[in-house]
């Protein structure tokens, strides 16, 4: 039995959730190809068997909504609906749980795409020091990046330092040529990259050279007083446990803090272990000190990197079963 349905969204721009030339739609359309999908301006139209067109329907609203609650449809995202593999779907709450934590370059919104996050927001702005871990590409670091910056706008701090351990990911970088910095900004790549999506390049440059954003290996942090900044520790995995000691206790009075890590990816020698889950333990009931854990769930980018999680997690399993019966 063949139906037709018609949607209509003026509330949003038919190229933001169509795409280009109907691209995103046509993505849509090659997933059901005995249904007739066309679009004129913001209305669509969906002929065909009435259970795939009930379905297509379905897709095309979740896309609508995703559009209207992250300010953004990706060609990725389409995918993911169309496959019914969408992290967001099932994760967006409503949308007073979702608010712009700030606008980045071009006005661009930036939110909390998933729960996790949304609770990483909501435990900053309830503590001052918060612990975010979680695997890659969950956003930890993007986030923090995020709420410095809003803390900086709103003129509640006077200054952001991002730091992280200078250690390399299971590769020799060798001599590095250059001054200082041009050794070291390799390692704080990600940080400048997060930064990039906030300021228009140069007003990020102006903070920079005013130190206004600072950015900086961990080891510079020994002996300092960090206050009226919002500090972010990022992959804090590879911090020893006096390295942990060391950083948290610089914080000032007026001190905000995002400490993000991913206790699956430590690079340090195979000798030293690992402060972050010692530091984690030993502060989980200090009040003002919160700690919000990520998962596979909350990965925003390519689809398959949840799946790679997911495919190491089951293997370190397996590994972990057969030392123990060994």
């Avoid at 995918?79 to 606008?103: A, C, F, K, M």
């Amino acid at each position: 039995m063949n139906s037709e349905i018609i949607l209509q969204f003026d509330d949003l721009h038919p190229v933001d959730l169509f795409g280009e030339k109907n691209k995103k739609l046509k993505i849509l359309a090659k997933a059901y190809p005995e249904l007739k999908i066309t679009a004129r301006g913001a209305k669509v139209k969906i002929s065909g068997p009435k259970k795939q067109a009930q379905t297509a329907k379905s897709k095309l609203e979740i896309m609508a909504r995703i559009l209207k609650q992250q300010g953004e449809l990706t060609k990725q995202t389409v995918e993911d609906v169309v496959i019914g593999d969408n992290p967001y779907t099932n994760r967006l709450g409503t949308e007073s749980g979702n608010q712009v934590i700030v606008h980045g370059r071009n006005g661009k919104p930036i939110r909390a795409k998933t729960e996790n996050q949304k609770k990483l927001v909501l435990a900053s702005e309830e503590n001052d020091v918060v612990f975010a871990i979680g695997p890659a590409g969950t956003g930890k670091t993007y986030t923090a990046v995020a709420l410095a910056v809003r803390a900086l706008k709103n003129r509640v701090v006077r200054k952001i330092i991002l730091t992280r351990p200078a250690v390399e990911a299971g590769e020799s970088l060798g001599f590095l040529p250059g001054d200082l910095k041009e050794k070291i900004d390799p390692y704080l790549r990600p940080l400048y990259d997060a930064l990039d999506d906030m300021f228009p390049m140069e007003k990020l440059n102006q903070f920079m050279e005013n130190r206004t954003i600072e950015i900086a290996p961990l080891a510079f942090m020994r002996g300092r007083t960090l206050d009226n900044a919002f500090i972010i520790l990022d992959e804090a995995q590879n911090a020893t446990s006096l390295q942990l000691k060391m950083f948290l206790t610089r914080l000032g009075p007026s001190a905000k803090c995002i400490i993000t890590g991913d206790l699956s990816q430590v690079d340090l020698p195979y000798q030293q272990k690992s402060g972050l889950h010692r530091s984690m333990r030993i502060l989980s009931n200090v009040e003002g000190i919160a700690q919000i854990r990520l998962d596979a769930s909350d990965v925003v980018r390519h689809r398959l990197v949840r799946q790679i999680i997911h495919a190491y997690d089951r293997d370190q399993d397996r590994r972990k079963r057969q030392r123990e019966e060994e």
